[in-house]
């Protein structure tokens, strides 16, 4: 079935340190949702890519869609403590909205 | 209501027992999805209702998991003769409309956690 994967899957870094996690899914997806979840929180949706190599910035974070829109990537420059949680990309099943969720990819940030 | 709500918020019960989770979705959002998330993965989608009907219950992970949406707003997850592999938050998230339209956003709950002993 619809797999998604991200890398790496724990991420520690020094504040002001720049971060960079990586999804791909074995199917090729209408759009990519990306969540931040914080330690014990809930998922919280931050942005939506539907476009073919689209790149979209929010302040610090750059977001981007493969051209085959079967990749996607979550850049953040100038890592704060604020930006510490799970990062969770998440693509629907083809003609639904059931959301296939990635594994994850956890930062921690040390001041 | 100003976001997705979920209650209770944490649930313990006893293997075997019943359990029921609440989700009070965004006011207006005809799509209601419930998920399972458990220690270090990402939400595993259960059930979907589009209104008052389960769209799509492919998830759910055998005949002892319910839901139902009977006024097409609030829904209850429920589940019979709990087993200590249910224990796991359980997320509800909403979407303005569903059916199959990329680009809605689901927002989330708080998630119910329920434990199992």
């Known amino acids: 079935g619809q797999q998604v994967m991200q890398i790496p899957q724990y991420q520690h870094v020094q504040e002001g340190e720049d971060f960079t996690t990586y999804c791909n899914s074995s199917?090729?997806?209408?759009?990519i949702q990306w969540y931040k979840q914080r330690p014990g929180g809930h998922p919280v949706f931050l942005i939506q890519l539907v476009k073919s190599g689209e790149v979209k910035k929010q302040k610090r974070l750059t977001f981007q869609f493969g051209e085959a829109k079967k990749n996607s990537s979550l850049h953040i420059t100038a890592t704060q403590t604020t930006d510490v949680g799970t990062y969770f990309c998440a693509g629907p099943r083809r003609n639904t909205d059931k959301l296939i969720f990635g594994t994850g990819t956890r930062l921690q940030v040390f001041p | 209501g100003a976001g997705v709500s979920q209650t209770p918020s944490n649930k313990v019960t006893e293997k075997g027992k019943y359990v029921e989770l609440r989700c009070d979705p965004i006011s207006g959002h005809t799509a209601l999805y419930w998920y399972r998330q458990s220690l270090g993965q990402g939400p595993e989608f259960l059930i979907y209702f589009q209104g008052t009907g389960a769209a799509d219950d492919s998830g759910l992970p055998n005949d002892r998991f319910f839901a139902v949406r009977p006024e097409g707003s609030v829904s209850t997850l429920k589940i019979q003769r709990t087993e200590r592999g249910d224990s796991a938050v359980y997320l509800c998230?909403?979407?303005?409309?569903?059916?199959?339209?990329?680009?809605?956003?689901?927002?989330f709950g708080p998630g119910t956690r329920l434990t199992v002993l």
């Open positions: 199917t090729t997806l209408s759009n």
């Open positions: 998230a909403s979407s303005l409309n569903g059916q199959g339209r990329v680009t809605d956003t689901q927002y």
